[in-house]
């Protein structure tokens, strides 16, 4: 079986709007990488939950119709990432279904590496 694809587009500080592919299962670092995307330290700690780097910002309604809520973890994580909103996730943590083929998220202005 071949996987579905879908998209995703990535909306720059300056306004810029990158489309990328994605596959199902793929979660939003997947994709960054799988594309070739340069997001300049995006995913740093390749999804380990340690560097915040991957700090996406949702639409509102996109963030409420994300399946799954942010674990304690990537909580702790996303309170060290720099301009954190209502509506943030960390990218490793959002995973590509059906459901959200389409999605729209935004890059913050700055990235934060909470490793260092
Ligand atoms: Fe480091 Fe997501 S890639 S927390």
């Known amino acids: ?5 879908y998209q995703v587009t990535f909306v720059r500080p300056n306004g810029e709007k990158v489309k990328a592919k994605a596959s199902e299962g793929d979660s939003l670092l997947d994709v960054v990488v799988n594309n070739d995307l340069d997001f300049d330290g995006f995913g740093a700690c390749e999804g380990t939950l340690t560097c915040s780097t991957c700090h996406v ?60």
């Open 57 to 116: 910002i949702l639409k509102p309604t996109d963030y409420d119709r994300l399946p799954d809520k942010p674990s304690e973890e990537e909580n702790d994580m996303l309170d060290l990432a720099f301009g954190l909103t209502d509506t943030s996730r960390l990218g490793c943590q959002i995973i590509m279904t059906k459901e959200l083929d389409g999605l729209e998220v935004n890059l913050p202005e700055t990235i934060n590496d909470a490793r260092s």
């Open 1 to 5: 079986l071949s996987k579905k694809e």
